[in-house]
C-alpha cells in the first residue's frame, strides 16, 4: 500500500512538472485516422487569493544577459560630502544596498560591481530581462533617503489645496527622523479603507525621536518625504504623541508602488547619492540558438546515459531511466516556479547534474547484485541494496552541495548561477533514486514474487 501510494504521489508530482515545463504558446498537434487535435497550450498561471493576500504566479523560464539581454548601467556616487577617509566604506555600502535591492526584486543573477578610477566612484549594473531603463533606473538609482519633517513658519494650513499650502509643504523642516532609523518597513491593507499602508518600524533611538516630533505637533502636519518628495499629499495630521516607534505611511497610492516602496526602504537608503552616467539595452549575445542547442545538448546526453543504464543493468537501468527523465521534469519545473534566472553556465550545471543524478542507482545497483550472487532474493537484495549503499549516495552528495555552498558564497553572477542550477539538481536527484527508482522497483519485484 505505501508503495502505491509513493507511484500515486509520483505520478501527480510529474504530471504537474510537465504541464509547467510546457513552453510558451506551445501548439500540440497530432492526428490518428479521423482523430486531430490542434490545441495551443501554455503553462498555467496560478492566481490565488486569500483574504487581501493575491498570488500571482505565471510559469516561465528566466534567461540570464547572456540569452536574453538586458540592460546596462553605470552609476557613479557623488563624494562630495563625505570624508576622504569614509570614502571607501561608503562606496562598499553603495554596492552593497544596490545589489540587496536588486535581489528582493528577484533577479537572481544581476552583476554589480566596482569600478574606481582616481577619484571617480563608479558602480557597474547589469540586469537581465530589464530592458526598460527607466524602470532599472528607479530599481537601483534611487537614493531613497526617508525623512519626517514637520511644519515650517507659513500660516496656511498644508491641509487646504491652497497655493500657500503648497509652500507650506515645500517649507516643511527636517527633524532628524531619517531612514536610518528604520528597522522593517511591510504592507498592509487598513481594514477601514481598504487601501495599502506601508507600516514602519522604528529601532530605539528612531522611537525615542519620533514621540517627541509627535508630541510637539499635534494638531499639526507632518510631511513623510522620500527623496525630497512628498509621500502623501495633504499631509498627515498628527492626533496624539505616538510611542513605541510604529507609523504608517498611507495615501492615494497603489499595491504595487507600496509594495516597491516597501523595498527600497528595507533594502537600505544609499549612503551617497547616486547618478547615471551611461545606460544602455544590451542583446542577447548567445541567444535563441544557443539555448536550443544547449537543451539539444541536454536531450543528447540524458539518451546517452539512458541507453548506458539499460545496456549495463537491463531492466534496472530501464527502472532508472524513468526516473531521470521524472528527475529532468521535476528539475526544470523548480526552476519556473522559483524563478531562477538561467544563464549558460546555469544550463550547464543542469546538464551536468543529469550525469550525476544516475551515481547513485549506479551504486544501489552495484549492492544489490552483490547481494544476489551471496544467495539473496531480489526483494531482499533490493532493500539491503539501498540500505547499505545509502551512507555512501548521501556522502558523495553532501560534498558535492559543499563544494556548491562554497561556489554560491564566495563567487558572483554566472558562478551563482551554476552553483544554484548544480545544488537544485543534487537534491532532486536523491528524491529520484532513493524514492522514484526504490518505489518502481518494489512495485515491479513484488509482482514478479
Not at 524602470?135 to 494650513?157: C, H, M, P
Not at 498627515?236 to 523595498?263: D, M, N, R
Not at 544554484?420 to 537534491?427: K, V
Request: proline share 3%.
Amino acid at each position: 500500500m505505501k508503495s502505491l501510494r509513493l507511484l500515486w504521489f509520483i505520478a501527480i508530482i510529474t504530471i504537474f512538472a510537465f504541464i509547467t515545463d510546457l513552453p510558451q504558446n506551445y501548439r500540440f498537434k497530432f492526428s490518428i485516422g479521423s482523430i486531430k487535435v490542434d490545441r495551443l497550450i501554455s503553462p498555467p498561471i496560478l492566481d490565488l487569493r486569500l483574504g487581501s493576500l493575491i498570488l500571482h504566479k505565471d510559469f516561465t523560464t528566466r534567461y540570464g544577459l547572456d540569452l536574453s539581454g538586458g540592460t546596462h548601467l553605470v552609476l557613479e556616487a557623488d563624494m562630495k560630502d563625505v570624508a576622504t577617509v569614509d570614502r571607501k566604506d561608503a562606496y562598499d555600502s553603495a554596492r552593497n544596498v544596490i545589489e540587496r535591492r536588486v535581489n528582493l526584486y528577484g533577479l537572481t543573477e544581476p552583476i554589480v560591481q566596482q569600478a574606481k578610477s582616481g577619484d571617480s566612484y563608479r558602480i557597474i549594473v547589469e540586469l537581465p530581462g530589464i530592458t526598460n531603463i527607466n524602470q532599472a533606473i528607479d530599481l537601483v538609482g534611487k537614493t531613497a533617503q526617508l525623512d519626517f519633517r514637520e511644519e515650517g513658519t507659513q500660516s496656511a494650513k498644508a491641509t487646504e489645496a491652497t497655493t500657500a499650502a503648497i509652500l507650506d509643504i515645500l517649507s516643511m523642516q527636517k527633524t532628524g527622523l531619517t531612514g536610518k532609523n528604520l528597522k522593517k518597513a511591510q504592507v498592509n491593507i487598513n481594514t477601514q479603507s481598504g487601501r495599502p499602508e506601508v507600516a514602519l518600524e522604528f529601532d530605539n533611538e528612531g522611537a525615542k525621536i519620533f514621540e517627541t516630533i509627535t508630541g510637539r505637533n499635534v494638531g499639526k502636519p507632518l510631511g513623510i518625504f522620500l527623496d525630497d518628495q512628498i509621500l502623501s499629499y495633504p499631509a498627515p495630521i498628527v492626533q496624539s504623541t505616538i510611542s513605541g516607534g510604529l507609523a504608517v505611511i498611507s495615501g492615494q497610492f497603489s499595491t504595487s508602488y507600496a509594495k516597491q516602496l516597501a523595498v527600497a526602504l528595507n533594502a537600505g537608503a544609499l549612503p551617497v547619492p547616486i547618478k547615471v552616467i551611461e545606460q544602455r539595452n544590451i542583446g542577447a549575445t548567445l541567444g535563441q540558438e544557443s539555448i536550443q542547442k544547449s537543451f539539444i545538448a541536454g536531450g543528447i546526453g540524458l539518451l546517452i546515459v539512458g541507453i548506458f543504464m539499460i545496456v549495463s543493468y537491463g531492466l534496472l537501468g530501464l527502472v532508472a531511466d524513468v526516473a531521470l527523465v521524472t528527475y529532468a521534469l521535476l528539475v526544470f519545473s523548480i526552476f519556473r516556479i522559483g524563478s531562477v534566472t538561467l544563464t549558460l553556465a546555469g544550463i550547464a550545471g543542469f546538464i551536468l547534474s543529469i550525469g550525476m543524478a544516475v551515481d547513485a542507482n549506479i551504486l544501489i545497483f552495484e549492492r544489490m547484485k552483490e547481494e544476489i550472487r551471496w544467495g539473496k532474493d531480489r526483494m531482499t537484495a533490493l532493500s539491503l541494496g539501498f540500505d547499505r549503499a545509502f551512507p555512501s549516495v548521501r556522502d558523495s552528495n553532501i560534498s558535492s552541495l559543499i563544494t556548491c555552498g562554497i561556489l554560491y558564497w564566495f563567487g558572483s553572477g554566472v558562478v551563482r548561477g551554476f552553483a544554484i542550477t548544480l545544488a537544485i539538481g543534487i537534491l532532486v536527484s536523491l528524491f529520484s533514486a532513493i524514492t522514484v527508482t526504490r518505489t518502481f522497483l518494489r512495485l515491479i519485484y513484488r509482482d514478479n514474487n
